[in-house]
């Protein structure tokens, strides 16, 4: 691959596309996502549509990528000649990222020919949904897959030379989440995304009464720092993980606050705006996927410079590194010390924020209330 493409937040070019793929063979009980399972003709209507919303997106936006994201849903789920198809609609109207190429992949798809077959396709990284290493886990969180196949899925995409990062979801009963951890990273990744079980409302978990208790996500939380911290790997974001060089620099782009693209049903993009008015930026997001199917737009909102200031501070301080307030206000045109000083000054003496120069970030107490912090900025 060649260097990362230069990018700045209000840049005039895109440098970041996210694809999104909704179909699934099954819809897991804790997901909340625009997921379906696929019907005879959707996928090739899908297909097709897609190809129409990326020549639209060319011919209205200046595509320079760095980046390419296909997430879902579980787009390893396409075959052979759907994911080629998808590919070649991506390459034919935008192009494809120079720097980082990512494929979400559930590890009951994995072979190792679709591995080659993917890697061919321009894929250089694997984002794979293993959840767990402990198949009783597995079972209570409905997944399809069990352990051996997670740990041969894992194992595939590393030896076909793939960067791959493991998610696992924690807080969930009776799960061994060490065993989990050492297991994954003994597998070869070099990221690791970890998400506390959440349950939303309309999942089957919440129709079943399903419930996390705090003490339980806190120790969770807790307990994948340390260890992952002892394996090596460094906590870059509250949920996210890597050895050293091994970052997403896709999902680094949305908590520094760039520009993307959004392809597809339920998709979002967040768009540079119209020349002349009074909006930073624009956000998009994709009707489900009947509408979308049928040619309608979606929701489109005006970010406006304090919407814009807000969004920033709550995803940069997602980041161990924080933010910088000095390229924020020249960015926004909002003098973002002096205006949120009373919400910044509080959190600092509530050991929940520091401040050093320009740069604001959140301490580890700070990530586990972070709603309530960027809520004292919202009210300030």
């Given at each position: 691959m060649s260097a990362p493409v230069p990018d700045s937040n209000l840049d005039p070019a895109v440098r970041h596309l996210y694809v999104h793929v909704p179909f699934c063979p099954t819809i897991c009980p804790y997901c909340d996502f625009h997921v379906l399972t696929r019907r005879a003709g959707l996928v090739e209507?899908?297909?097709?549509?897609?190809?129409?919303?990326?020549?639209?997106?060319?011919?209205?936006?200046?595509?320079?990528?760095?980046?390419?994201?296909?997430?879902?849903?579980?787009?390893?789920?396409?075959?052979?000649?759907?994911?080629?198809?998808?590919?070649?609609?991506?390459?034919?109207?935008?192009?494809?990222?120079?720097?980082?190429?990512?494929?979400?992949i559930n590890p009951g798809t994995v072979s190792p020919a679709r591995a080659l077959l993917w890697r061919d396709l321009g894929f250089d990284r694997a984002s794979v949904g293993v959840q767990s290493l402990d198949d009783a886990t597995l079972k209570f969180l409905g997944r399809q897959h069990d352990a051996r196949q997670a740990r041969e899925a894992v194992g595939t995409l590393v030896r076909a030379g793939f960067r791959v990062s493991g998610d696992l979801i924690t807080a969930v009963p009776g799960q061994p989440l060490e065993a989990d951890i050492r297991g994954l990273v003994d597998l070869g990744v070099g990221h690791v995304s970890a998400y506390t079980l959440t349950i939303e409302p309309g999942t089957e978990f919440a129709r079943r009464g399903v419930t996390v208790e705090e003490d339980d996500e806190r120790r969770g939380f807790e307990e994948t720092e340390a260890r992952l911290t002892d394996l090596g790997f460094s906590r870059y974001e509250i949920s996210n993980y890597a050895r050293p060089g091994q970052e997403s620099r896709h999902n680094l782009a949305y908590w520094e606050g760039r520009t993307y693209l959004g392809l597809g049903p339920g998709a979002a993009g967040h768009y540079p705006a119209p020349p002349g008015g009074k909006a930073l930026t624009t956000r998009r997001t994709n009707p489900h996927l009947y509408d979308w199917l049928a040619g309608e737009g979606g929701e489109v909102e005006a970010i406006l410079p304090g919407d814009y200031v807000t969004d920033a501070l709550f995803m940069g301080l997602r980041l161990r590194a924080g933010l910088d307030l000095a390229d924020l206000s020249r960015c926004s045109g909002v003098d973002v010390r002096a205006r949120y000083a009373g919400s910044i000054a509080t959190n600092v003496a509530r050991g929940l924020l520091v401040l050093e120069g320009d740069r604001l970030r959140a301490t580890p107490q700070g990530w586990w209330v972070l709603n309530r912090v960027v809520t004292d900025f919202l009210e300030g």
């Amino acid at each position: 691959m060649s260097a990362p493409v230069p990018d700045s937040n209000l840049d005039p070019a895109v440098r970041h596309l996210y694809v999104h793929v909704p179909f699934c063979p099954t819809i897991c009980p804790y997901c909340d996502f625009h997921v379906l399972t696929r019907r005879a003709g959707l996928v090739e209507r899908y297909l097709e549509r897609v190809e129409e919303e990326a020549a639209r997106l060319a011919h209205e936006y200046a595509a320079d990528l760095g980046t390419v994201y296909i997430g879902g849903g579980t787009p390893s789920f396409l075959r052979d000649a759907e994911i080629t198809a998808l590919v070649g609609s991506i390459r034919r109207h935008l192009g494809w990222g120079r720097a980082e190429n990512t494929l979400e992949i559930n590890p009951g798809t994995v072979s190792p020919a679709r591995a080659l077959l993917w890697r061919d396709l321009g894929f250089d990284r694997a984002s794979v949904g293993v959840q767990s290493l402990d198949d009783a886990t597995l079972k209570f969180l409905g997944r399809q897959h069990d352990a051996r196949q997670a740990r041969e899925a894992v194992g595939t995409l590393v030896r076909a030379g793939f960067r791959v990062s493991g998610d696992l979801i924690t807080a969930v009963p009776g799960q061994p989440l060490e065993a989990d951890i050492r297991g994954l990273v003994d597998l070869g990744v070099g990221h690791v995304s970890a998400y506390t079980l959440t349950i939303e409302p309309g999942t089957e978990f919440a129709r079943r009464g399903v419930t996390v208790e705090e003490d339980d996500e806190r120790r969770g939380f807790e307990e994948t720092e340390a260890r992952l911290t002892d394996l090596g790997f460094s906590r870059y974001e509250i949920s996210n993980y890597a050895r050293p060089g091994q970052e997403s620099r896709h999902n680094l782009a949305y908590w520094e606050g760039r520009t993307y693209l959004g392809l597809g049903p339920g998709a979002a993009g967040h768009y540079p705006a119209p020349p002349g008015g009074k909006a930073l930026t624009t956000r998009r997001t994709n009707p489900h996927l009947y509408d979308w199917l049928a040619g309608e737009g979606g929701e489109v909102e005006a970010i406006l410079p304090g919407d814009y200031v807000t969004d920033a501070l709550f995803m940069g301080l997602r980041l161990r590194a924080g933010l910088d307030l000095a390229d924020l206000s020249r960015c926004s045109g909002v003098d973002v010390r002096a205006r949120y000083a009373g919400s910044i000054a509080t959190n600092v003496a509530r050991g929940l924020l520091v401040l050093e120069g320009d740069r604001l970030r959140a301490t580890p107490q700070g990530w586990w209330v972070l709603n309530r912090v960027v809520t004292d900025f919202l009210e300030g």
